[in-house]
Protein backbone atom coordinates (compact mmCIF):
# COMPACT_ATOMS: atom_id res chain seq x y z
CA UNK A 1 0.00 0.00 0.00
CA UNK A 2 1.28 3.50 -1.40
CA UNK A 3 1.92 5.50 1.79
CA UNK A 4 -0.15 8.17 2.99
CA UNK A 5 2.79 10.66 3.66
CA UNK A 6 4.63 10.22 0.52
CA UNK A 7 4.86 14.58 -0.49
CA UNK A 8 7.03 14.23 3.05
CA UNK A 9 9.11 11.39 1.50
CA UNK A 10 9.60 13.36 -1.65
CA UNK A 11 10.79 16.28 0.46
CA UNK A 12 13.36 14.11 2.68
CA UNK A 13 14.47 12.72 -0.92
CA UNK A 14 14.88 16.40 -2.47
CA UNK A 15 13.65 14.96 -5.54
CA UNK A 16 14.66 17.82 -8.56
CA UNK A 17 11.30 17.31 -10.52
CA UNK A 18 8.69 19.17 -7.86
CA UNK A 19 5.74 17.88 -10.21
CA UNK A 20 5.42 16.32 -13.35
CA UNK A 21 3.41 18.88 -15.29
CA UNK A 22 5.61 21.78 -14.59
CA UNK A 23 8.41 19.47 -15.52
CA UNK A 24 7.48 17.65 -18.82
CA UNK A 25 5.43 19.30 -21.64
CA UNK A 26 4.07 15.69 -22.62
CA UNK A 27 2.22 15.76 -19.76
CA UNK A 28 -0.80 18.08 -21.11
CA UNK A 29 -0.96 15.26 -23.97
CA UNK A 30 -1.40 12.33 -21.69
CA UNK A 31 -3.47 14.16 -19.00
CA UNK A 32 -6.77 12.45 -20.45
CA UNK A 33 -5.78 8.94 -19.43
CA UNK A 34 -4.53 10.20 -16.23
CA UNK A 35 -7.31 8.39 -14.55
CA UNK A 36 -8.35 5.83 -16.87
CA UNK A 37 -6.25 2.51 -15.97
CA UNK A 38 -7.30 0.68 -19.23
CA UNK A 39 -8.15 2.43 -22.92
CA UNK A 40 -9.44 -0.18 -25.00
CA UNK A 41 -12.66 -2.69 -23.52
CA UNK A 42 -11.31 -2.35 -20.15
CA UNK A 43 -13.88 -5.18 -18.77
CA UNK A 44 -12.65 -7.45 -21.22
CA UNK A 45 -9.27 -6.76 -20.56
CA UNK A 46 -9.50 -6.87 -17.02
CA UNK A 47 -11.16 -10.24 -17.13
CA UNK A 48 -8.94 -11.98 -19.11
CA UNK A 49 -6.18 -10.30 -16.97
CA UNK A 50 -7.60 -12.21 -13.77
CA UNK A 51 -8.51 -15.37 -16.23
CA UNK A 52 -4.58 -15.10 -17.55
CA UNK A 53 -3.33 -14.87 -13.53
CA UNK A 54 -6.05 -17.27 -12.01
CA UNK A 55 -4.71 -20.48 -14.68
CA UNK A 56 -1.15 -19.45 -13.54
CA UNK A 57 -1.61 -19.64 -9.65
CA UNK A 58 -3.38 -23.24 -10.58
CA UNK A 59 -0.15 -24.09 -12.22
CA UNK A 60 2.45 -23.23 -9.51
CA UNK A 61 -0.14 -25.15 -7.24
CA UNK A 62 -0.41 -28.25 -9.40
CA UNK A 63 3.48 -27.99 -9.92
CA UNK A 64 4.36 -26.97 -5.50
CA UNK A 65 6.29 -30.71 -5.16
CA UNK A 66 8.53 -30.20 -8.33
CA UNK A 67 9.19 -27.12 -6.82
CA UNK A 68 10.43 -27.73 -3.98
CA UNK A 69 12.00 -30.82 -4.57
CA UNK A 70 14.17 -28.12 -7.08
CA UNK A 71 14.70 -25.99 -3.77
CA UNK A 72 16.13 -28.50 -1.39
CA UNK A 73 18.44 -29.42 -4.22
CA UNK A 74 19.80 -26.21 -4.68
CA UNK A 75 19.87 -25.81 -1.02
CA UNK A 76 21.93 -28.55 -0.61
CA UNK A 77 24.47 -27.40 -3.03
CA UNK A 78 24.98 -23.56 -2.35
CA UNK A 79 23.54 -23.11 -5.90
CA UNK A 80 20.70 -20.75 -5.99
CA UNK A 81 20.05 -18.54 -9.14
CA UNK A 82 20.40 -15.18 -9.22
CA UNK A 83 17.12 -13.32 -10.91
CA UNK A 84 17.36 -9.89 -12.20
CA UNK A 85 14.06 -8.03 -13.17
CA UNK A 86 13.86 -5.44 -15.54
CA UNK A 87 11.13 -2.54 -15.53
CA UNK A 88 10.49 0.29 -17.80
CA UNK A 89 7.99 2.80 -16.33
CA UNK A 90 5.92 2.66 -12.57
CA UNK A 91 2.88 4.81 -13.11
CA UNK A 92 -0.58 5.18 -12.27
CA UNK A 93 -1.23 6.56 -15.85
CA UNK A 94 -1.09 5.67 -19.38
CA UNK A 95 -1.18 2.14 -18.74
CA UNK A 96 0.70 0.01 -21.61
CA UNK A 97 2.47 -3.11 -21.62
CA UNK A 98 5.73 -1.95 -19.94
CA UNK A 99 4.17 -0.16 -17.26
CA UNK A 100 3.43 -1.61 -14.39
CA UNK A 101 1.29 0.40 -11.37
CA UNK A 102 2.99 2.34 -8.02
CA UNK A 103 0.79 -0.16 -6.11
CA UNK A 104 1.76 -3.58 -7.88
CA UNK A 105 5.56 -2.34 -7.54
CA UNK A 106 5.38 -2.28 -4.00
CA UNK A 107 3.62 -5.13 -4.02
CA UNK A 108 6.77 -7.10 -5.76
CA UNK A 109 9.07 -5.53 -3.54
CA UNK A 110 7.34 -6.98 -0.76
CA UNK A 111 6.58 -10.51 -2.12
CA UNK A 112 10.42 -10.42 -3.20
CA UNK A 113 11.80 -9.03 0.31
CA UNK A 114 10.04 -12.71 1.83
CA UNK A 115 11.37 -15.53 -0.51
CA UNK A 116 14.72 -13.96 -1.53
CA UNK A 117 17.27 -11.55 -0.96
CA UNK A 118 18.47 -8.58 -2.74
CA UNK A 119 21.62 -7.90 -4.50
CA UNK A 120 23.25 -5.05 -7.20
CA UNK A 121 24.84 -6.49 -10.20
CA UNK A 122 27.83 -6.20 -8.83
CA UNK A 123 26.68 -8.35 -6.12
CA UNK A 124 25.21 -10.93 -9.38
CA UNK A 125 28.13 -11.23 -11.10
CA UNK A 126 30.28 -11.41 -7.85
CA UNK A 127 28.80 -14.84 -6.57
CA UNK A 128 28.54 -15.86 -10.66
CA UNK A 129 32.10 -15.83 -9.99
CA UNK A 130 32.25 -17.14 -6.80
CA UNK A 131 30.24 -20.43 -7.73
CA UNK A 132 28.45 -20.34 -4.94
CA UNK A 133 25.03 -18.77 -3.99
CA UNK A 134 23.59 -19.81 -0.75
CA UNK A 135 19.97 -18.32 -1.04
CA UNK A 136 17.98 -17.04 -3.78
CA UNK A 137 18.75 -13.64 -4.69
CA UNK A 138 17.36 -10.87 -7.38
CA UNK A 139 18.38 -8.01 -8.62
CA UNK A 140 16.19 -4.74 -9.63
CA UNK A 141 17.08 -3.31 -13.07
CA UNK A 142 15.20 0.28 -14.84
CA UNK A 143 15.44 0.45 -18.81
CA UNK A 144 15.08 3.16 -20.88
CA UNK A 145 14.50 6.72 -18.26
CA UNK A 146 10.68 7.34 -17.92
CA UNK A 147 9.83 10.21 -15.49
CA UNK A 148 7.23 8.83 -13.65
CA UNK A 149 9.65 6.27 -11.87
CA UNK A 150 11.10 8.71 -10.09
CA UNK A 151 7.57 10.14 -8.29
CA UNK A 152 7.25 6.70 -6.06
CA UNK A 153 8.85 3.99 -7.70
CA UNK A 154 12.54 4.95 -6.78
CA UNK A 155 12.42 6.86 -3.78
CA UNK A 156 10.62 3.74 -2.40
CA UNK A 157 13.73 1.60 -3.83
CA UNK A 158 15.81 4.08 -1.70
CA UNK A 159 13.84 4.16 1.04
CA UNK A 160 14.05 0.06 2.07
CA UNK A 161 17.66 0.39 0.73
CA UNK A 162 17.36 -2.20 -2.11
CA UNK A 163 20.11 -1.71 -4.85
CA UNK A 164 19.26 -1.06 -8.45
CA UNK A 165 20.33 -0.44 -11.69
CA UNK A 166 18.90 2.55 -14.07
CA UNK A 167 19.66 2.09 -17.66
CA UNK A 168 19.42 5.48 -19.30
CA UNK A 169 18.98 6.35 -22.85
CA UNK A 170 21.31 9.44 -23.57
CA UNK A 171 19.87 11.14 -26.75
CA UNK A 172 16.22 11.37 -25.16
CA UNK A 173 17.63 12.40 -21.65
CA UNK A 174 19.75 15.30 -22.91
CA UNK A 175 17.00 16.26 -25.93
CA UNK A 176 14.20 15.67 -23.61
CA UNK A 177 12.03 13.73 -26.37
CA UNK A 178 10.36 10.71 -25.75
CA UNK A 179 10.89 7.41 -26.77
CA UNK A 180 9.78 6.34 -30.45
CA UNK A 181 7.87 3.38 -29.59
CA UNK A 182 5.76 5.68 -27.47
CA UNK A 183 5.42 8.13 -30.27
CA UNK A 184 4.55 5.19 -32.81
CA UNK A 185 1.37 4.94 -29.98
CA UNK A 186 0.93 8.36 -30.17
CA UNK A 187 1.29 8.70 -26.52
CA UNK A 188 4.37 10.58 -25.93
CA UNK A 189 5.53 10.10 -22.57
CA UNK A 190 8.03 12.10 -20.38
CA UNK A 191 11.72 10.89 -19.94
CA UNK A 192 14.10 11.76 -16.95
CA UNK A 193 16.27 14.73 -17.14
CA UNK A 194 20.16 15.36 -17.13
CA UNK A 195 19.76 16.33 -13.43
CA UNK A 196 17.38 13.74 -12.58
CA UNK A 197 20.03 11.46 -13.71
CA UNK A 198 22.55 12.81 -11.03
CA UNK A 199 20.29 12.85 -8.79
CA UNK A 200 19.92 9.02 -8.82
CA UNK A 201 23.61 8.82 -9.17
CA UNK A 202 23.50 10.67 -6.13
CA UNK A 203 21.26 8.77 -3.89
CA UNK A 204 23.03 5.34 -4.46
CA UNK A 205 21.39 4.71 -7.59
CA UNK A 206 23.78 2.85 -9.90
CA UNK A 207 23.42 3.95 -13.58
CA UNK A 208 24.06 1.70 -16.97
CA UNK A 209 24.30 2.10 -20.63
CA UNK A 210 21.54 1.63 -23.18
CA UNK A 211 22.55 3.20 -25.95
CA UNK A 212 22.59 6.82 -27.03
CA UNK A 213 18.90 6.04 -29.25
CA UNK A 214 17.76 2.99 -28.19
CA UNK A 215 18.66 1.66 -31.38
CA UNK A 216 18.73 -2.15 -32.55
CA UNK A 217 21.63 -3.39 -32.31
CA UNK A 218 21.21 -6.58 -34.03
CA UNK A 219 21.51 -4.98 -37.47
CA UNK A 220 24.65 -4.77 -39.17
CA UNK A 221 26.11 -1.05 -38.31
CA UNK A 222 29.17 0.07 -38.59
CA UNK A 223 31.80 1.27 -36.27
CA UNK A 224 31.15 4.50 -36.24
CA UNK A 225 27.67 4.29 -34.95
CA UNK A 226 28.45 1.67 -32.36
CA UNK A 227 30.69 4.20 -31.20
CA UNK A 228 28.12 6.55 -30.89
CA UNK A 229 25.46 4.46 -29.53
CA UNK A 230 27.66 2.27 -26.89
CA UNK A 231 30.86 4.34 -26.25
CA UNK A 232 30.14 7.88 -26.50
CA UNK A 233 26.90 7.55 -24.87
CA UNK A 234 29.08 5.85 -21.72
CA UNK A 235 31.50 8.39 -21.67
CA UNK A 236 28.20 11.09 -21.16
CA UNK A 237 26.98 9.26 -18.41
CA UNK A 238 30.45 9.19 -16.27
CA UNK A 239 30.57 13.16 -16.83
CA UNK A 240 27.15 13.18 -16.09
CA UNK A 241 27.05 11.00 -12.80
CA UNK A 242 31.07 11.13 -12.04
CA UNK A 243 30.20 6.97 -11.64
CA UNK A 244 31.93 4.58 -13.50
CA UNK A 245 29.15 2.86 -16.06
CA UNK A 246 30.04 -0.58 -15.50
CA UNK A 247 26.93 -1.99 -17.34
CA UNK A 248 24.73 -1.94 -20.47
CA UNK A 249 21.50 -3.18 -21.22
CA UNK A 250 20.78 -3.96 -25.23
CA UNK A 251 17.68 -1.88 -25.93
CA UNK A 252 14.54 -4.91 -26.51
CA UNK A 253 17.40 -7.19 -25.79
CA UNK A 254 15.97 -10.54 -27.69
CA UNK A 255 19.08 -12.70 -29.57
CA UNK A 256 17.80 -10.91 -32.71
CA UNK A 257 18.81 -7.52 -31.11
CA UNK A 258 22.22 -8.26 -30.21
CA UNK A 259 25.43 -8.52 -32.69
CA UNK A 260 28.87 -9.27 -32.08
CA UNK A 261 30.09 -6.43 -33.50
CA UNK A 262 27.94 -4.83 -30.73
CA UNK A 263 29.39 -7.10 -27.86
CA UNK A 264 32.92 -6.53 -29.03
CA UNK A 265 31.76 -1.87 -29.19
CA UNK A 266 30.26 -3.00 -25.37
CA UNK A 267 33.59 -4.38 -24.01
CA UNK A 268 35.65 -1.92 -26.23
CA UNK A 269 34.28 0.52 -24.69
CA UNK A 270 35.09 -0.29 -20.81
CA UNK A 271 31.83 -2.27 -19.79
CA UNK A 272 32.40 -4.86 -17.07
CA UNK A 273 29.09 -7.13 -18.58
CA UNK A 274 26.08 -6.95 -20.60
CA UNK A 275 22.67 -7.86 -20.15
CA UNK A 276 19.81 -9.39 -22.28
CA UNK A 277 15.70 -9.52 -22.15
CA UNK A 278 14.32 -12.66 -22.97
CA UNK A 279 14.41 -14.60 -19.79
CA UNK A 280 16.67 -16.48 -17.94
CA UNK A 281 18.17 -17.43 -14.78
CA UNK A 282 22.23 -16.72 -13.79
CA UNK A 283 23.78 -19.85 -12.15
CA UNK A 284 26.33 -19.62 -9.73
CA UNK A 285 29.29 -20.70 -11.85
CA UNK A 286 28.13 -19.67 -15.03
CA UNK A 287 28.48 -16.32 -17.39
CA UNK A 288 29.57 -13.24 -15.83
CA UNK A 289 30.04 -10.97 -18.61
CA UNK A 290 26.11 -12.08 -20.33
CA UNK A 291 23.47 -11.77 -17.53
CA UNK A 292 20.09 -12.69 -18.26
CA UNK A 293 17.09 -10.75 -16.85
CA UNK A 294 13.15 -11.16 -16.70
CA UNK A 295 10.29 -9.07 -17.35
CA UNK A 296 9.33 -7.90 -14.27
CA UNK A 297 6.42 -5.54 -15.83
CA UNK A 298 4.47 -8.55 -15.84
CA UNK A 299 1.78 -9.93 -13.34
CA UNK A 300 2.19 -10.63 -9.79
CA UNK A 301 1.17 -14.20 -11.09
CA UNK A 302 3.81 -14.74 -13.53
CA UNK A 303 6.28 -12.97 -11.08
CA UNK A 304 5.61 -15.40 -8.38
CA UNK A 305 5.56 -17.94 -10.80
CA UNK A 306 9.67 -17.44 -11.83
CA UNK A 307 10.39 -16.81 -8.40
CA UNK A 308 9.16 -20.22 -7.12
CA UNK A 309 11.40 -21.96 -9.40
CA UNK A 310 8.68 -23.58 -12.14
CA UNK A 311 10.16 -26.39 -13.21
CA UNK A 312 9.57 -25.38 -17.04
CA UNK A 313 11.45 -22.10 -16.60
CA UNK A 314 14.73 -23.18 -14.52
CA UNK A 315 16.20 -24.42 -17.90
CA UNK A 316 14.89 -21.72 -19.86
CA UNK A 317 17.69 -19.51 -20.41
CA UNK A 318 18.32 -19.29 -24.89
CA UNK A 319 21.84 -20.11 -26.20
CA UNK A 320 23.68 -16.70 -26.62
CA UNK A 321 27.27 -17.55 -28.45
CA UNK A 322 29.12 -14.74 -28.30
CA UNK A 323 33.13 -14.20 -28.23
CA UNK A 324 34.37 -12.68 -25.00
CA UNK A 325 37.35 -9.92 -24.90
CA UNK A 326 40.91 -11.28 -24.61
CA UNK A 327 39.73 -15.03 -25.24
CA UNK A 328 38.90 -14.74 -29.49
CA UNK A 329 39.12 -18.45 -29.86
CA UNK A 330 36.62 -19.27 -26.51
CA UNK A 331 32.73 -19.40 -27.41
CA UNK A 332 30.87 -18.42 -23.75
CA UNK A 333 27.95 -21.08 -23.58
CA UNK A 334 25.06 -21.40 -21.28
CA UNK A 335 25.54 -20.83 -17.67
CA UNK A 336 27.27 -24.18 -16.19
CA UNK A 337 23.74 -25.53 -14.73
CA UNK A 338 24.89 -28.64 -12.41
CA UNK A 339 22.46 -30.97 -14.02
CA UNK A 340 22.18 -33.34 -11.30
CA UNK A 341 20.18 -31.24 -9.71
CA UNK A 342 17.50 -31.33 -12.31
CA UNK A 343 17.76 -35.08 -12.67
CA UNK A 344 14.41 -36.50 -12.83
CA UNK A 345 12.73 -33.45 -14.45
CA UNK A 346 12.20 -32.29 -18.16
CA UNK A 347 15.15 -31.74 -20.30
CA UNK A 348 15.80 -27.92 -21.59
CA UNK A 349 15.26 -29.12 -24.96
CA UNK A 350 12.18 -30.55 -24.24
CA UNK A 351 10.71 -27.50 -22.27
CA UNK A 352 8.22 -24.50 -22.93
CA UNK A 353 9.20 -21.21 -23.65
CA UNK A 354 5.46 -19.68 -22.59
CA UNK A 355 5.87 -16.02 -20.70
CA UNK A 356 3.84 -17.79 -17.92
Not at 254 to 265: K, L, P, R, T, W
Not at 317 to 344: H, M, W
Amino acid sequence: MIRNNWHALRKTFELPRTSLGTACPYSKVNARFRNNDTILFPSLRSRMSVFRESLIDAYRWFTEPARRCIAHRLSASSSWPAGILFYHRVSDSVPNSWTISNSNFVKHLDLISEIATFQSLDEVVESQRNLTRSRLSVAITFDDGYAENLDQAIPELIRRKIPCTYFVTTDNVERQVPFKHDFDRQMPLCVNTISEVRWLAKNGIQIGGHTASHLDLGKPWGRDRLLAEISDSRKKLQDWTGQEIAYFAFPQGFVQHMSQAAIDMVFESGYRAFTSAYGGWNFPGGDSMHLNRIHGDCGTASLLNWLTLDPRKIHQTRKLQYVAPKQLTEICDLPAIPTDIFSGFASPTALSTSPL
